[in-house]
T-cell receptor, first 113, second 114 residues
Framework: DAEITQSPRHKITETGRQVTLACHQT?????MFWYRQDLGHGLRLIHY???????NKGEVSDGYSVSRSNTEDLPLTLESAASSQTSVYFC????????????FGQGTRLTVV | AQSVSQHNHHVILSEAASLELGCNYS??????LFWYVQYPGQHLQLLLK??????LVKGIKGFEAEFIKSKFSFNLRKPSVQWSDTAEYFC????????????FGDGTTLTVKP
């Protein structure tokens, strides 16, 4: 079965360190997204991509970057981790030209100390 | 830009009670609408979706939602909730012209007491 896999599932890092969260999907979807989930804020879009070499900023992109070198992967990098980036991160994908239904990974719980 | 508003942040019900969670969106064009559910410790899963046709859509586990275009609403309903419905529920909207980039509401936490 197709799926979307995030790693690691849990991570603790120190302030100022660079951190990369992995996202790999086998749906062969062109669209991929990174969200963060915080209490009281629901899911907020960080970055998204509509295909290889395409990346776009979402509503909370400051301090984050992504790259898309193939269809399957969209790694999220925190350039210099801050305590405000402690959150649960979800990667999602959807079919290009489809209805917008998103398929989510299991999430990565990141703690910045 | 589109926005989504969920009226209830936390709902507590007893088993067998009826459920209705409100969702309103703002967007000037045609949209696709979704409800996702997130069980404790799990990822989001699609509950149901609307993109055309009958405005009353049925999803998994006995949930349904009605799209009322004139009210920009897509409320979620279930006639009789179960303890296993305890979860967080998210309404989301995706513009038809840019399907894929969804905007989510802040979520509603549903607690069902046995």
């Amino acid at each position: 079965d197709a799926e979307i896999t995030q790693s690691p599932r849990h991570k603790i890092t120190e302030t100022g360190r660079q951190v990369t969260l992995a996202c790999h999907q086998t749906w062969n979807h062109n669209n991929m997204f990174w969200y963060r989930q915080d209490l009281g804020h629901g899911l907020r879009l960080i970055h998204y991509s509509y295909g290889v070499q395409d990346t776009n900023k979402g509503e909370v992109s400051d301090g984050y970057s992504v790259s898309r070198s193939n269809t399957e992967d969209l790694p999220l990098t925190l350039e210099s981790a801050a305590s405000s980036q402690t959150s649960v991160y979800f990667c999602a994908s959807s079919e290009s030209g489809g209805t917008g239904e998103a398929f989510f990974g299991q999430g990565t719980r990141l703690t910045v100390v | 830009a589109q926005s989504v508003s969920q009226h209830n942040h936390h709902v507590i019900l007893s088993e067998a009670a009826s459920l209705e969670l409100g969702c309103n969106y703002s967007y000037g064009g045609t949209v696709n609408l979704f409800w996702y559910v997130q069980y404790p410790g799990q990822h989001l899963q699609l509950l149901l979706k609307y993109f055309s046709g009958d405005p009353l859509v049925k999803g998994i586990k006995g949930f349904e939602a009605e799209f009322i275009k004139s009210k920009f609403s897509f409320n979620l309903r279930k006639p009789s909730v179960q303890w296993s419905d305890t979860a967080e529920y998210f309404c989301a909207v995706s513009p038809n012209t840019n399907a894929g980039k969804s905007t989510f509401g802040d979520g509603t936490t549903l607690t069902v007491k046995p």
